[in-house]
């Protein structure tokens, strides 16, 4: 089964081409990294797979079925690269609406936010501001939040840009760990 199938994407910008007749298949349970330098297109091809764009050209298959726009929050867990967490509210207070907004509550949220907060490594930040979060955890919260609908497919742009070297050992061993189990 393929994760993820995209076949002959274009999308311009103005006189921009940030996409030119992209084609790839990721298959279920791969780790796929996207390379390249500044500009390149990958978050807009990013953007594209999350349904935040539409494409000028081509077809897109997440998980072999083509989904309706409202259905790819509930399948794909989708980290940005910019940062979107709301700074007056906590880490919890967080994951609380976000997770309602994905339609999980009550006790089965609190579950998954508690092991969430473990995965992350701020549980014992749950009750702080995220405005008061450094960087690194802002980033580790932004990638706590899209676990939320326990994804089958994680696209995660730029995840630990502005992350120090021991907190970037972190993240990729929690991929490794959500990859496995
Ligand atoms: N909303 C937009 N409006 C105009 N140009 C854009 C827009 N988004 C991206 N671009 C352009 O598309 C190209 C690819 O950008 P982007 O996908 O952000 O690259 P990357 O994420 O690889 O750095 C760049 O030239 C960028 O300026
Ligand atoms: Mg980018």
Redesign the pocket.
Known sequence: MNAIEARNISKS??E?R?LDDVSLSIRQGDFFGLL?P???????FMRILCGLLSPDQGDLRILDSRLERWQIPFAMGIVPQDIALYDMLTAQGNLELFGKLRGVQGAELHRRIDRILDQIGLTDRRKSRVKTFSGGMKRRLNLGVALLSEPRVLLLDEPTVGVDPRSRAGIFDLLEELHSG
Do not use: I, L, R
């Open positions: 910008f103005a921009v940030a390249g500044n500009g390149a297109g990958k978050t807009t």
